[in-house]
């Protein structure tokens, strides 16, 4: 790590903090949807096979 990103990083306010976890939360959040999704999507195309077999 950069002494730059080490100084920007102590430069830093608590709000800011707040809105990265926030927004490290909202991706975690959409991965887990997106995994979700793909998941019923897969076995709904299995399930159509195997009923179209």
């Given at each position: 790590?950069?002494n730059?990103i080490?100084?920007?990083?102590?430069?830093?306010?608590?709000?800011?903090e707040?809105?990265?976890?926030?927004?490290?939360?909202?991706l975690?959040?959409?991965?887990?949807?997106?995994?979700?999704?793909?998941?019923?999507?897969?076995?709904?195309?299995?399930?159509?096979?195997?009923?179209?077999?």
């Amino acid at each position: 790590m950069s002494n730059e990103i080490l100084i920007r990083r102590a430069q830093r306010s608590p709000f800011s903090e707040v809105r990265e976890a926030r927004h490290l939360r909202a991706l975690q959040t959409s991965a887990i949807v997106s995994g979700i999704a793909g998941v019923t999507a897969a076995a709904l195309a299995f399930v159509t096979i195997g009923l179209g077999a």
